[in-house]
Structures are given as C-alpha cells and as structure tokens.
C-alpha cells in the first residue's frame, strides 16, 4: 500500500521561507514522476511543481523563481523549498506520485500572514 506523508507546513510571514517534506512508503519513487499540488480555501486544486524521474523539472508560473521541487531517492523522499512566500501561497500542499493509480498524501497546511 501506497503511503505519502508530508510535514513542514507552518504559519510564515510574506517574505518567509518553507521547506516541505514528503516521504514515501510502499513504492520505490526512483521510477515516478512526483508533484506537489496545493488547495487553497474555496479554490479547486492545482499544480504546483513536478520533477520526473529523471530529475525534470516544472512549475506553475505563479512559483517560478521561487519554489525548487528536489527528489532524494535514497531517503525515497520529495522536497518543495518555497521562498519569498506570499500571502496568496496559503494552501494545504499535497504531495502526489504519478503511478497507476496516483496516490496522495494528506497535506499540510501553509499560511502565510502577517
């Protein structure tokens, strides 16, 4: 059975950095594309960075410049390093592997307030 559990999310001032975590148990991620999408209040969920097993990355470009999605498939992990926070990256992030079928975790929240 597939199982993603993140951590890290907290409650960051605009300008703050995160570093989200998520760690995977019952699949081997070297050989999956994995993602983080988030959900914010009353708005449907959407893409936030993926990386490709071979280590390709991509990003809305709401977090371009911002956001760095890295793998360590030793530690069978996936990492989202968001800085500059704004308020309008407040959402509870998930953490996706794109098997068959997709699996998720369960999010963690991220506010970003002053």
């Known amino acids: 059975q597939v199982q993603l559990v993140e951590s890290g999310g907290a409650l960051v001032q605009p300008g703050g950095s995160l570093r989200l975590s998520c760690a995977a148990s019952?699949?081997?991620?070297?050989?999956?594309?994995m993602g983080w999408y988030r959900q914010a209040s009353g708005k449907q969920r959407e893409l936030v960075a993926t990386?490709?097993?071979?280590?390709?990355?991509n990003y809305a470009d709401s977090v371009k410049g911002r956001f760095t999605i890295l793998r360590d498939n030793a530690k069978n992990s996936v990492y989202l390093q968001m800085d500059s926070l704004k308020p309008e990256d407040t959402a509870v992030y998930y953490c996706n592997v794109d098997s068959q079928p997709p699996a998720w975790g369960q999010g963690t929240q991220v506010t970003v307030s002053s």
């Open positions: 019952g699949i081997d991620i070297r050989f999956y594309a």
């Open positions: 990386i490709t097993w071979l280590g390709t990355t």
